[in-house]
């Protein structure tokens, strides 16, 4: 019985050459295509597949939203995130969102059909590229301390991208008030940028996208 595929990416070339190259295996069929997160859902609920092999950076609906959603609504379904991005917040965003897979667009076919099998077995594929990063995070012990409901509201907003100054004016706190509140959260983190503070959060559950 065949692997059934579905394949959400905004670029229609990359759509094109990746069904190309699964449809030359026996056993995976590609039954669709979205070209944005909605799409994906849309599709993922009427279509049933298997697998969603799914881009992050989309129009309208991110894939991070697009995998909690279809993961949601349709539990059967597994997702198995291939995009070029290998920013530690995108990874743990995809994986917390339900995604069963991590694999980069920098990866040879094979390994792309390796990890669509996996995953359709029910098991997990993280692309050789990130596994070392995302193990040796997991193995990062826990701070004793824990973060206020301010410098967790802090998090969030720079989770969402927002600069200190955004920040500031979003709660109503001053510039240095916002970088006060982020050098305590790196001390208790353990860690020494946004980044990395943005990364520790979302591995730990203490915030997640979207919020």
Same mark, same amino acid.
């Given at each position: ?59 309208? +609906?991110?894939?991070?939203? %697009?995998? =909690?959603? !279809?993961? $949601?609504? #349709? ?6 995130? *291939? @995009? ?41 594929? +993280?692309?050789?590229?990130? %596994?070392? =990063?995302? !193990?040796? $995070?997991? #193995? ?6 824990? *973060? @206020? ?63």
């Amino acid at each position: 019985m065949s692997i059934r595929v579905l394949l959400a990416d905004d670029h229609g070339v990359v759509r094109k050459g990746v069904r190309e190259f699964l449809e030359e295996e026996a056993d995976i069929e590609v039954v669709g295509e979205a070209s944005d997160g909605a799409q994906a859902v849309e599709l993922a609920r009427a279509l049933a597949p298997d697998v969603v092999v799914m881009d992050i950076k989309m129009p309208g +609906l991110s894939g991070v939203e %697009a995998t =909690r959603r !279809i993961r $949601r609504d #349709a539990p059967g379904v597994r997702v198995l995130a *291939l @995009t070029a991005y290998d920013d530690e917040p995108y990874i743990f965003g995809l994986l917390e969102a339900g995604a069963s897979g991590y694999v980069l667009k920098t990866a040879e076919s094979r390994e792309l059909i390796r990890a669509i099998r996996a995953v359709a077995a029910g098991q997990s594929a +993280l692309d050789p590229a990130i %596994a070392p =990063r995302l !193990i040796a $995070r997991v #193995a990062q012990p826990a701070n004793a301390e824990t *973060l @206020t409901e301010r410098e967790l509201e802090v998090l969030r907003l720079a989770a969402r991208g927002l600069t200190n100054k955004q920040i500031g004016v979003h709660l109503a706190i001053s510039d240095r008030t916002v970088q006060n509140h982020l050098a305590n959260i790196y001390a208790k983190l353990g860690v020494a940028s946004r980044t990395e503070a943005v990364t520790a959060a979302l591995q730990r559950g203490l915030i997640h996208l979207g919020e």
